[in-house]
């Protein structure tokens, strides 16, 4: 096949490791040949072109800023983005007809992009479902329903429907989303809406005793601390005010330890926190060096997944995958409407409480407290045999494949 990838995430190789490259890897190791759209935002400097991998060719497609910029820019930089996507397509692949159409959400503006590829080459059209917008957006109170701010939501909820419309398989990270798009979407039929979860390329992560001890030298954490690690998007659906808030419950723990890694919108909320406070067994962290984040994170003893409790759609984020490689068990913190803790919680590779009631959280922590190393141990290596048996990206590239092909 040959097979169309349109992202809002930008890439210059298709050998980066993330859920999206690692499946095409797959794709192109068994014989399939791909093509993928990425933005290079406005502030790289860089101009629209191709660069080609072997049997990967990848259409660098100049857009304004999207990521990492403020609402209003990124708003008309995803709007835009439709037209750039499509006029770049028609420009450097005009003789090229695919089989295969695949492309996650965000954004659903690409809804225009998908009609004409589907129209104009007779592709099939799998949509991988990662974020349900505009509501996100209306939950954690970032748009309205009514007034001005309405007609946008308005706008947006439109471009939800074409690209569900569009889309002969709709491909769901859980159950819970599965549930949730046929509600709120009852013109679509139950058969074309599947589970097709977040997957990686599985890789051993865990780390030796000794450079572990290196490791947790190498950054000032404590050696025998219980050591909790936050890495990932540091934004509004993260809840980092109730973060803050149980951070600051365990401040005269003197077992635990928490490490946060990552950047977003609200690092600066963090930063402060930790500037004002003077907490002693946390630790902030902007960024890490690729090879020293793998280590470090494998160097922790419980992984940690926050969401806003007012999320009403049920969110299912890809930074489990790393903690499950790292062999780790994981604490989720969450509205109750994922089902991102019921499947730790099934797989007995960790704990969930609600992301609203500082008094759950610390019972967690007293929990895992009081819990034998050795046990802990076991049920990270319980998570890691669920990644193999259900997250590995093998598995989901056979599962799209023989729907493409039987299809």
Not at 290 to 301: A, F, L, P, T, W
Not at 379 to 386: L, S
Request: hydrophobic letters at 35%.
């Amino acid at each position: 096949m040959r097979i169309l990838f349109l992202t809002l995430c930008s890439y210059n190789s298709v050998q980066n490791r993330d859920i999206y490259m690692d499946l095409l890897r797959v794709f192109m190791k068994n014989g399939h040949e791909v093509y993928i759209v990425s933005p290079a935002e406005r502030r790289t400097g860089i101009q629209t072109g191709m660069i080609q991998e072997g049997n990967c060719h990848i259409l660098r497609v100049r857009t304004g800023n999207i990521q990492k910029t403020n609402v209003i820019e990124k708003g008309i930089s995803t709007v835009l983005l439709e037209a750039q996507f499509q006029k770049a397509i028609r420009k450097y692949f005009p003789d090229k007809s695919f089989d295969l159409c695949l492309y996650s959400t965000p954004p659903i503006t690409i809804a225009g992009v998908v009609e004409f590829v589907k129209r104009r080459d007779h592709a099939k059209t799998y949509l991988m479902l990662k974020d349900i917008f505009p509501q996100n957006a209306v939950d954690i109170g970032m748009m309205r329903k009514q007034g001005i701010s309405g007609l946008l939501y308005r706008y947006f909820r439109k471009k939800e429907k074409k690209l569900y419309a569009l889309s002969d398989r709709i491909g769901c990270m859980s159950q819970a989303n599965v549930d949730y798009v046929l509600k709120h979407n009852p013109e679509i039929p139950a058969d074309r809406v599947e589970i097709c979860p977040n997957s990686i390329e599985v890789q051993d992560c865990s780390v030796s005793s000794e450079n572990r001890k290196a490791m947790r030298l190498k950054y000032e954490i404590p050696l025998e601390a219980i050591v909790f690690v936050y890495g990932g998007n540091l934004g509004r659906p993260q809840g980092i005010d109730f973060l803050i808030q149980c951070l600051k419950s365990q401040k005269d723990n003197p077992d635990v330890f928490f490490l946060i890694v990552g950047d977003g919108t609200e690092f600066g909320k963090l930063d402060a926190f930790m500037k004002n406070e003077k907490q002693k067994n946390v630790k902030l962290m902007s960024r890490l060096p690729k090879e020293d984040y793998d280590q470090m994170v494998g160097s922790c003893d419980v992984g940690m997944l926050f969401l806003d409790y007012r999320f009403t759609i049920p969110n299912f984020p890809s930074r489990l995958l790393s903690y499950m490689q790292a062999g780790m068990p994981v604490l989720a913190v969450t509205d109750p409407n994922t089902d991102v803790g019921k499947v730790i919680e099934d797989g007995n590779f960790g704990w969930w409480c609600e992301s609203s009631q500082i008094p759950a959280f610390q019972k967690q922590i007293r929990q895992i407290c009081r819990m034998q190393k050795e046990v802990r141990q076991q049920m990270g290596e319980n998570g890691y045999h669920v990644l193999v048996s259900q997250y590995n990206v093998d598995r989901v590239c056979v599962q799209i494949e023989n729907w493409a092909m039987e299809a």
